[in-house]
């Protein structure tokens, strides 16, 4: 999970330097690995690893996240579909 983690800041970093172009594909593979985050929490909940409200606040918080950066690269792909006009 730590290394899901350090791989969506990555992306986050590469594509906050990128073009919009370049920059919507690092979201979307950003958002994919959040995805998978959050899977790997509920399997880490289900087998009793972290309790409830634990459970419930880092998923609030990864739902949060999720939301930005989908918002994020629909802000970036208009912002392409501005620029091909």
Same mark, same amino acid.
């Given at each position: 999970?730590?290394?899901?983690?350090l791989e969506i800041?990555?992306?986050?970093?590469?594509?906050?330097?990128?073009?919009?172009?370049? $920059?919507?594909?690092?979201?979307?593979?950003?958002?994919?690995?959040?995805d998978l985050l $959050?899977?790997?929490?509920?399997?880490?909940?289900?087998? $009793?690893?972290?309790?409830?409200?634990?459970?419930?606040?880092?998923?609030?918080?990864?739902?949060?996240?999720?939301?930005?950066?989908?918002?994020?690269?629909?802000?970036?792909?208009?912002?392409?579909?501005?620029?091909?006009?």
């Amino acid at each position: 999970m730590d290394a899901f983690f350090l791989e969506i800041i990555e992306l986050l970093f590469i594509a906050s330097y990128e073009t919009k172009s370049k $920059k919507i594909s690092h979201l979307e593979t950003a958002i994919q690995k959040l995805d998978l985050l $959050k899977f790997f929490l509920q399997i880490v909940w289900e087998i $009793k690893e972290v309790n409830n409200k634990k459970y419930i606040q880092l998923s609030s918080e990864l739902h949060t996240i999720g939301k930005m950066l989908y918002r994020w690269k629909e802000n970036s792909r208009q912002g392409v579909a501005g620029e091909n006009k």
